[in-house]
Structures are given as structure tokens and as C-alpha cells.
């Protein structure tokens, strides 16, 4: 019996051997170890858990992986580009200008957005909401002829005869071979990267969490900003700069445009992905987290300064029939101005800001 | 060995059936083989005509006009009412959102909420809190996925959940000029109210039951005749003034109701 057994299991082992070897290809990783180590995805107190999807969980070497690739101009069609031109650490995932440049120079329609905790927005990406997912979102730079500009199957190409990358894709997905590797695995990876940058060590956290304090000028400015003092004016800042995130993810007018009608809009925003003619010249709430870094402002750039944005709400900004009525007109004193900048200040998280874990790693 | 191996195998079919059975068990027991479906439909209107945001205008007290740009409002501890008087939790929290009701088409679908495995049986009414909860009130969005009613609509200044909220704009000189912005956010624990909807109501195990409710937003502004929110006198309020707050709660009781 046992005789029987074991000439099975031989039969067994010397097919399955023979399968294998004609299966694998001269880029077979089968010999690299896949072991990966799951990472709990982060969690700020007082926003809703962050949503991964079940097919790509967050592990350290997907991580590891889409940062490289986040930061690696190989996705780029003249290798000269990558995410990290247009998102710098040090401007919290921005690049400091009105209109972001890419692929030979090439100059896009809007203003790079801040990564800071993107991994909590789950009601769209881009300013106008496109893309529904980190994944879905990381299609598109590659391809874009303003951006980087590289078609997608040389882009898998120059991954799969590449002498490192195969070896990471197979420690982040457990591919069998290099040829496995594939758009989908790369958006996944830098999807993966971009949900462990987490903004929650600013001055602010730190405030709410008993370990500093506001000073005088920063207070006043809390308190103006969530129109918490009957004393004080109120901006109604926070009703689409909701903390902890400062921002509702939602979409809006804020009257940066005068026009007509809706259809006037320069750049339809919102409405010019969904066709809703009520959405024309709405734009994603972006985050004020490290708004003091992510200079200029507005999805055009269109202003310089922090100021310059105060002023904008003060004026209640230009009517339109979708105008937010939110955004109405203030009546500001110079200090309660400079309050409410040295609030905006304490959203400057320079843990987020410094973190190894997020620089470019060549 | 031979005998070894029947018994192994007779183990085995033992081990089989006992797995069988507590499988048969288990789905026979499930929620849903003696549950239904429960679809609340709420369709807006301004008097008679039906609510839309932003697509239309609606003629006010005192000559003045309305637009909208968002109303909603939560229902929390829904249960539904057996003839005997007891009450069967169906729904902890429901947010109502009229947001995307922006045509004709739209407000006359209305807004549905989808409640499943609700036990099967004969029921006299809805019973349900308007707002939040005092007990949910004390949760924020941190305590949620993405996904979840109560994911939104927080003022954290205020620790506590926003329970209606109504966005537009108003025309005060009735001259087609619609630029006086409206905010009215409305929520505290004693802002909380709520209302039994009568209604004789029959589930049907693996069924889906339709009720139908009418919400008017006119009745959330005016009262009764002369007695309204005046918009040349407030425009705003985010629960600071508790007189207007209590107007407005009290006014939504009334303007929810069963078809």
C-alpha cells in the first residue's frame, strides 16, 4: 500500500515538475520568496475608515514598490517625468505652480492637487471627481500626453525587462513571471503608496489632542474659521473645510468665475465629467492641510497668497445660480484676517512634510 | 487494514452528515428566509409642486421666491409597530438626501431607502426619531466606513451630527435675482423628535412592501399663515439661534408624511 502511495506522489511531483518548467519562461521569478507583510491601513480619529479595496490590500513591499514607482521617471515617454515632479513632499505632494508642467514642457489646465491623506477620499478623484479610486486615478498621468505621456503597454515593456523591478513586483503580488507584470499591478502599487500618506501631526492634531496649544492670534482664528464665537465673525469656512480632513470631498462653486450662465464656465469642472449642467464650474473641495505649502490657490492657481484667498471670500465671490451659499460675504478687520492665516498655519504638519518613509528613494 | 480503513471511512461519512446537517440548519435560519424588504419613498414637493434642487423656483410668503440647492434630514431608531404595540427595530440611522433630485423625473422617483431582513408580519405604523439619536450623537465619523449614513454631516466644533440641513437661495424683492444665500444646519439632542407614522403595513417573507411618503419642504418654513422663517430677517443659522432651530424641527415633524 504505502509502495502504491509513494509511486503516486513520485508520478505526482515529476509531472507537475515537467508542467512547470515548460510553463516558465526565461523571466520566471517562481525562485524569489513571496512572503508579503500585511499593513493595517491608518486611521485619523473622526473620519470614516479608509476604504482599501479587498483586492488590493495594503502590504509593506506594495508599498516599497509604488513608491519607487511613484518616483521612478521610467513611467515618463522620454524618462524625464514622474508623479513626484508634480507632487513634491515638500509642498505636501504640490509642485508650487498655477498650472502644472509636464511631458516636454508641456503645461496642463489645472493645478496639481495635494496627496495629503488622499487615501481617505473616497467621492472622487482630480478636481472634477473622475477617477473613482487610487487605482482608477493612476491610469491616467502615465498616459496623458500633458503629463507623461507613455503609451501603457511600453510603459509594462520597459517594467518587465527592467533588472530590479520584476523582483519587487514579485515580493508585492506573488506574480510567476516577469511578463505578469502588468498596468493593473502598477496602479495598484502606487495606489498602495499614495494611502500611507497620512497628514495628522500638524499643530492642529496636536492641539486637539491635548499635547499643545493655540496661541492667542491661532485661537481666534480656530474660532472664526468653525464660527464657533458669537463674538467673533463668522467665515463659514468650515462648512466645506470640515476638520480633521478640512475638506467634505464634495464638490463646488465658489464663485472664483463671473459668468452668465452655467454653460459660461471656462473650465466646466464637475460638469464637465458628469454632463450635469448644475455642476458646471464646481470643483473638489481641495484640503487645507499644510495650505501654508500648497501655494498658489484655486484650481487654476489663479491666486498667489493666502490673502489674496481671504479677500476672495470676504468679496462673497461672483454670483452664478450653483454659487455655494456658503460662500458669502464677510465682514473682516485686518486682524481677524491675520487670525485666521495664523490658524490656517497651524495645519502645517512638517512630520507629514519630512517623512522618510514618503521621499523619493533614488 | 482493511478494517482500519472502513471505520476511517465509515468516521468520515459520520463527520460528513453531521457537517450536512448543521449546514441545513443554519440556512434554514438565516436572516431573509422569513424576512422581507421594506423600501421607504420619499417624494419632495413645495406645496404642490415637486421639490427639485436647483431647477426650480418656488414662490415664498411675503413675495419672495426660493431656489434649492440641498436639503436632507436623518431618521434614527425606525421601528415598526405591531397591532399588540410591539416594536421591532428595523433601521438604526437614515439619511434622507435630496442632493441629487435635480429634475422632474427624479422628484417624481423621489428618494428611496432600502431596508432589508425585516421580519415578515402584519404591522399598524412606522415609528421613527427624526435627527440623530442622542446615542449616535455621540459617535462621529470616525466610528464609520465611507459608506455609512452618519459618515457625513458632522460639525466637529459642535461634537454632535448637523440634522437637517437646507442650502439655497432666496429672491427677496421677488425681481428674479436669487442672491440671497440660505443656510439653515440644524442639529442638537434636544432638537431631537419623533413621529409615528400609522399605517397598516403587511411584510411578506422574501417580499419587498413600498411606503410612500410626502415630504414638503414649504411646511418646514411656514408654520401656519403669517408664521414663517423670514429670509429678509434670517438667512442663516447654524443652530445658534434655538428659536429659529426649534421652528424648523418642529416643522419637519409636519412636514414628513405616510401616503
Same mark, same amino acid.
Given at each position: ?362 | ?108 422617483? @423621489? #428618494?428611496?431607502?432600502?431596508? $432589508?431582513?425585516?421580519?415578515? %408580519?402584519? /404591522? +399598524? *405604523?412606522?415609528?421613527?426619531?427624526? @435627527? #440623530?439619536?442622542?446615542?449616535? $450623537?455621540?459617535?462621529?465619523? %470616525?466610528? /464609520? +466606513? *465611507? ?113
Amino acid at each position: 500500500m504505502i509502495r502504491v502511495l509513494l509511486a503516486i506522489v513520485c508520478w505526482f511531483l515529476f509531472t507537475w515538475s515537467i508542467i512547470q518548467c515548460h510553463r516558465a519562461p526565461s523571466g520566471s521569478l517562481s525562485h524569489i520568496a513571496y512572503k508579503p507583510t500585511f499593513v493595517a491601513p491608518a486611521h485619523i480619529n473622526g473620519v470614516p475608515h479608509m476604504d482599501v479595496p479587498s483586492d488590493n490590500p495594503l502590504t509593506a513591499e506594495g508599498i516599497a514598490l509604488g513608491r519607487m514607482l511613484f518616483y521612478d521617471p521610467i513611467l515618463s515617454a522620454d524618462s524625464t517625468v514622474f508623479c513626484g515632479n508634480c507632487h513634491q513632499q515638500q509642498r505636501a505632494f504640490t509642485d508650487g505652480k498655477a498650472l502644472s508642467t509636464g511631458f516636454a514642457g508641456r503645461k496642463g489646465v489645472r493645478s496639481a492637487m495635494s496627496l495629503a491623506n488622499i487615501g481617505f477620499h473616497h467621492q472622487g478623484l482630480f478636481w472634477d471627481g473622475r477617477s473613482p479610486t487610487l487605482e482608477a486615478q493612476a491610469v491616467h498621468p502615465v498616459q496623458d500626453s500633458v503629463e507623461m505621456n507613455l503609451n501603457w503597454q511600453l510603459a509594462e515593456q520597459r517594467l518587465q525587462r527592467h533588472p530590479v523591478y520584476p523582483a519587487w513586483f514579485r515580493r508585492a503580488f506573488g506574480i510567476q513571471d516577469s511578463k505578469d507584470i502588468t498596468q493593473h499591478l502598477v496602479v495598484k502599487a502606487l495606489a498602495q503608496f499614495q494611502r500611507t500618506l497620512i497628514s495628522r501631526d500638524a499643530k492642529y492634531d496636536q492641539v486637539r489632542r491635548g499635547e499643545a496649544q493655540f496661541t492667542e492670534a491661532e485661537a481666534r482664528g480656530y474660532a472664526i474659521f468653525f464660527d464657533t464665537s458669537s463674538e467673533l465673525p463668522h467665515s463659514e469656512c468650515g462648512h466645506c473645510h470640515l476638520d480633521p480632513l478640512f475638506t467634505t470631498l464634495e464638490y463646488h462653486n465658489n464663485g472664483i468665475q463671473q459668468v452668465n450662465n452655467l454653460n459660461d464656465f471656462s473650465d466646466k469642472g464637475r460638469g464637465g465629467f458628469n454632463g450635469n449642467y448644475y455642476d458646471n464650474g464646481k470643483f473638489k473641495v481641495p484640503t487645507l492641510r499644510n495650505i501654508a505649502r500648497t501655494a498658489p490657490y484655486m484650481h487654476d492657481g489663479r491666486f498667489k497668497t493666502l490673502p489674496e484667498v481671504l479677500d476672495h471670500y470676504i468679496s462673497g465671490g461672483h454670483f452664478a445660480d450653483n454659487l455655494s451659499p456658503n460662500v458669502r460675504q464677510l465682514r473682516f478687520s485686518e486682524r481677524d484676517k491675520q487670525d485666521l492665516i495664523a490658524f490656517l498655519h497651524t495645519l502645517t504638519d512638517s512630520i507629514f512634510l519630512n517623512n522618510p518613509a514618503f521621499a523619493n528613494p533614488f | 487494514m482493511k478494517k482500519k480503513l472502513t471505520i476511517l471511512f465509515a468516521l468520515s461519512g459520520l463527520v460528513f452528515l453531521f457537517a450536512t446537517c448543521n449546514r441545513t440548519e443554519t440556512d434554514c435560519c438565516t436572516p431573509g428566509d422569513d424576512t422581507g424588504t421594506l423600501e421607504l419613498r420619499f417624494k419632495g414637493v413645495f406645496d404642490d409642486a415637486p421639490l427639485m434642487m436647483y431647477a426650480a423656483s418656488y414662490p415664498y410668503e411675503a413675495g419672495m421666491s426660493l431656489r434649492l440647492q440641498l436639503f436632507l434630514f436623518y431618521l434614527s431608531d425606525m421601528n415598526l409597530v405591531e397591532k399588540n404595540g410591539k416594536s421591532i427595530k428595523i433601521k438604526d440611522i437614515e439619511v434622507v438626501n435630496f442632493a441629487n433630485i435635480q429634475s422632474e423625473v427624479a422628484a417624481n422617483e @423621489g #428618494v428611496t431607502i432600502r431596508i $432589508n431582513n425585516v421580519p415578515a %408580519g402584519k /404591522y +399598524s *405604523a412606522l415609528k421613527t426619531g427624526i @435627527g #440623530v439619536s442622542s446615542e449616535l $450623537n455621540k459617535t462621529n465619523p %470616525g466610528n /464609520y +466606513s *465611507a459608506k455609512h449614513p452618519l459618515s457625513d454631516n458632522y460639525w466637529s466644533a459642535a461634537m454632535g451630527y448637523i440634522f437637517t440641513k437646507m442650502e439655497g437661495n432666496a429672491d427677496l424683492d421677488n425681481n428674479g435675482s436669487f442672491e440671497t444665500k440660505l443656510t439653515f444646519h440644524i442639529g442638537a439632542n434636544s432638537l431631537y423628535r419623533s413621529k409615528s407614522f400609522d399605517k397598516e403595513l403587511v411584510i411578506n417573507a422574501k417580499e419587498t412592501t413600498q411606503l410612500d411618503f410626502v415630504v414638503d419642504l414649504r411646511k418646514l418654513l411656514v408654520a401656519s399663515e403669517g408664521n414663517f422663517l423670514d429670509f429678509r430677517k434670517t438667512s442663516i443659522d447654524h443652530t445658534t439661534n434655538m428659536e429659529i432651530a426649534s421652528f424648523i424641527m418642529n416643522n419637519l415633524v409636519n412636514a414628513i408624511e405616510v401616503k
